[in-house]
């Protein structure tokens, strides 16, 4: 296990389990984020240039129990979800904060990511989704198409109201 990797003493007070480590990151392609896991960093950077040549990568964050900080973002982001891990914002503002918090953590400390990662979630608005996915009995997929505005399902319920504003 990598040196830091080693786990504070005080990620109980916190509720963080230091368990599953590895890394999340998110590559933009066009307008689109890709928003995905994996536990070798280089790895990871090194197929992303094999099967996306043209992506961004904005980050690499190491995380405790990064399988459980994918779902969540990958939940708390429902509202912009296209396709699989990709994301598309279609210009909404939320974009440039999510990226800019997502790129204010650590490249090396997964403790104080994984602490932080609380307040990031809380404090976006995106813990709403997870909460209200746990709410429901449905799987992720089927959630993400239904809270997504990216979904022919999302456009299915709003174009009546839309069609009944412009009459």
Do not use: C
Not at 5 to 10: A, R, T
Not at 85 to 102: P, R
Request: charged share 30%; proline share 4%.
């Amino acid at each position: 296990m990598p040196e830091f990797f080693e786990p504070s003493p005080y990620l109980g007070r916190f509720g963080v389990v230091a368990d599953d480590p590895g890394f999340i990151y998110v590559i933009r392609s066009q307008s689109r984020l890709k928003i995905g896991r994996s536990t070798g960093k280089r790895d990871r950077l090194r197929q992303a240039k094999t099967w996306l040549p043209d992506g961004e990568v904005l980050g690499i964050k190491p995380f405790w129990n990064h399988r459980a900080v994918e779902n969540y973002l990958q939940l708390g982001l429902s509202m912009f979800w296209y396709k699989g891990e990709w994301y598309d914002f279609a210009g909404d503002e939320f974009e440039a904060s999510f990226i800019e918090d997502f790129v204010a953590f650590d490249d090396i400390d997964i403790n104080r990511n994984s602490i932080d990662f609380i307040y990031f979630m809380n404090s976006s608005g995106m813990s709403e989704y997870t909460m209200e996915f746990s709410q429901r009995d449905m799987s992720k997929a089927s959630f993400q198409r239904e809270e997504s505005v990216n979904s022919n399902r999302h456009f299915d319920k709003i174009a009546p109201v839309l069609k009944t504003e412009s009459a």
